[in-house]
């Protein structure tokens, strides 16, 4: 099998190659550092901060107003499949097919980079902005999740990706042009291009497109937050149409101590912990479902923020107190298994080989290893395998899992009926 080939170009570029001709289909996915996270920087020496959802914003209008026109539309009007998105970290702008790779490519660089803010196209990408931000007011997963990053969140300005109104009314021509200058250059970039393609051609191309860009003029950073251990907040609650309530019980751990390979490998042993522990086949699991805790089964997640890394645990609930007391009892005195531990292992060994059978698939666990974890390799067969048992329990363990918070979506109060605090 091939390895990926990476490449530092002069103007700062950072270019990853995966070049396999036995595969049809090429991917190039082009990402620059700024997500919803990003709210301080410094330019040229002078410090900005900026309101939440500017990232997307951006995102959103680089691909409706290029030189193109909408360059999803043109792109697939040459039989090729693309799309961007912004996450906590990054924005990217891919596109994948088996024909005009070499084309699109230099179509992407061009697009992305000769963007001119206009007060009217501004306003009009707001128009569809606007229209996801009530949409997430509706929808109870975003709704929890920006809960919990307020309850947790202490000096990390981060709550969600895309923002509020307020935050979106105050983009203006200014405020695009300032961040746009920061962060989409070659230094602030990465490129992936994986599948059956040209080496060499595409490295001519790559140059030769970046050489033909706006010039990029000043110093940037990224300021990087550091957020101190402790909760904000220890629960809240809102009132949503919703047939039964659901709550997240949240954790915050600290990882600041962890070298970018140990995140890596916290990221599979936080996975297996939470399995074995509170999966539907657990015992506590089954325990909730036959007592009526629970409607159906215990979902969980778990996301890296800077230094620290924040565990959710949601479930529809019948019985709050028994659902809280049962979960926090587990994950503070948990069960550790070893033929557990050896069967999640080989399941997911068997994921990440057949990873190899989708390029994308393959080259997207190294597009978040490097954005969440600094980590510039891809996850392997061989490297999952040398995970072991007692490394597992003593690694999970280390942690403290005494502080949580509780977020709550609640059926909306009808009049003359009293909500009741049951934590209080």
């Not at 997500?35 to 995102?59: M, W, Y």
Request: net charge positive; charged share 30%; with cysteine.
């Amino acid at each position: 099998m091939s390895k990926i080939e990476k490449i530092k170009m002069e103007n700062g570029l950072t270019l990853y190659l995966y070049e396999d001709k036995r595969r049809h289909a090429a991917f190039v996915n082009l990402v620059t550092q700024f997500g919803g996270i990003h709210h301080d920087f410094t330019l040229n020496g002078k410090k900005q901060h900026i309101p939440s959802g500017v990232a997307h914003f951006l995102e959103h209008y680089l691909l409706e107003h290029t030189m193109y026109g909408s360059l999803i539309n043109k792109l697939k009007s040459m039989y090729l499949s693309a799309n961007g998105v912004t996450s906590l970290n990054k924005t990217e702008y891919y596109f994948s097919g088996v024909t005009n790779i070499e084309k699109a490519l230099e179509m992407l660089i061009k697009a992305v980079h000769n963007i001119h803010f206009i007060k009217e196209k501004i306003e009009e990408t707001k128009k569809a902005i606007y229209e996801e931000i009530r949409m997430g007011e509706d929808n109870k997963g975003r709704r929890l999740f920006k809960m919990q990053n307020e309850l947790l969140l202490k000096n990390i300005p981060y709550r969600n990706t895309i923002g509020t109104n307020e935050d979106l009314k105050k983009i203006d021509v200014s405020l695009a042009t300032l961040c746009y200058e920061a962060f989409y250059r070659p230094e602030n970039e990465y490129l992936f291009i994986a599948g059956n393609f040209d080496r060499d051609k595409i490295l001519k191309i790559v140059k030769k497109s970046y050489q033909n860009i706006r010039p990029v003029k000043g110093t940037f950073k990224i300021k990087k937050y550091k957020e101190p251990k402790g909760i904000k907040k220890e629960k809240e609650i809102i009132h949503m149409p919703t047939a039964e309530d659901i709550l997240t019980i949240t954790y915050k751990l600290d990882v600041s101590k962890l070298k970018p390979k140990e995140k890596l490998k916290l990221d599979f042993y936080l996975s297996y912990f939470l399995k074995m522990n509170i999966g539907r086949t657990s015992e506590l699991s089954k325990k909730l479902e036959q007592n009526k805790i629970i409607i159906g089964s215990v979902s969980y997640d778990h996301i890296f923020i800077e230094n620290i890394c924040i565990v959710s645990i949601k479930a529809t609930i019948v019985k709050e107190k028994e659902f809280v007391k049962e979960i926090t009892k587990q994950i503070a005195h948990p069960i550790f298994k070893e033929e557990l531990f050896k069967l999640y292992q080989r399941d997911t060994t068997l994921e990440v080989a057949a990873r190899c059978e989708y390029i994308y698939r393959m080259i997207n666990p190294l597009i978040e290893n490097i954005f969440t974890f600094s980590y510039e390799k891809r996850d392997t067969v061989k490297q999952i395998k040398s995970y072991s048992y007692e490394d597992f329990q003593n690694i999970m363990k280390s942690f403290s899992f005494d502080e949580y918070a509780i977020c709550k979506i609640a059926k909306k109060v009808e009049k003359n009926e009293e909500a009741i605090d049951i934590y209080k």
